[in-house]
């Protein structure tokens, strides 16, 4: 079974009043550089994998695809993703990421946002991904950084009076499970390398097209000041690539 903490009631209430989730997309730090990597929406059939509430869902429909269809582990997430970011033409469906059984080329984009580090065979799921997409088409997904995931802790080391000095860095190199205490204990992550996402990808049959590491955006900055340290150390890795 795989690991599903967003149906527990607890987690899910405080993942619930986030920002990003209560506000969506332009609440997200990364949004500005991801939407900039999103090919043209137009006319297209869109898979989002991992869709959480929607938003990534709604904003394909409104950049004009034909199709989008948002695949998610917890029913907790589909149930809220229908209420808030429902419509037509956009389908919810219930699976993990490793399991979609669509028909190889059913889908000429394939989005994830913020997903794949809790997947554990990640290479399998690029090679699930790419049969999946028609030929000359994109995949881009966003991930939890390896600078990141590589401590459990996940967190700042703090100085005396609780300031926060720097970001930790160790066990970068030693890839595989993560028990992380993020809004819960022992949610399980998967850390890897940055060279072993981009050489799985490869593997897979992909052209890496682009790659980047958000900065948060001046404005939400602006309007949120916490979100100031998040330029200090690289939180998330953006990824397009295309089928050929």
Known sequence: MKQNIYDDPG?????????RSTGGLEQAGEWHELRAMLPSFE???VLDLGCGFGWHCRYAMTEGASRVVGVDLSENMLERAAEINGGPNIEYRL????????????????????????????EESFKTIFD???????FVFSIEHPVFTALEKQDWYYG????VLHWPLDNYQQEGERHSNWMADDIVKYHRTVSSIVNGLIAAGFAIEKLAEPKA?????????DMANENRRPIFLIVAARKP
Do not use: T
Request: no cysteine; hydrophobic share 40%.
């Open 11 to 19: 987690f899910f209430s405080r993942y619930s009043a986030m920002p």
């Open 43 to 45: 006319g297209k059939e």
């Open 95 to 122: 699976g993990a990421i490793e399991d979609i059984g669509f028909p190889s080329e059913s889908f000429d984009i394939v989005l994830s946002s913020l997903a794949l580090h809790y997947v554990r065979d990640l």
């Open 132 to 138: 999946v997409l028609k030929p000359q088409s994109a």
């Open 160 to 163: 005396k009076d609780g300031e």
């Open 217 to 225: 955006d001046a404005a939400l900055i602006a309007e949120r000041p």
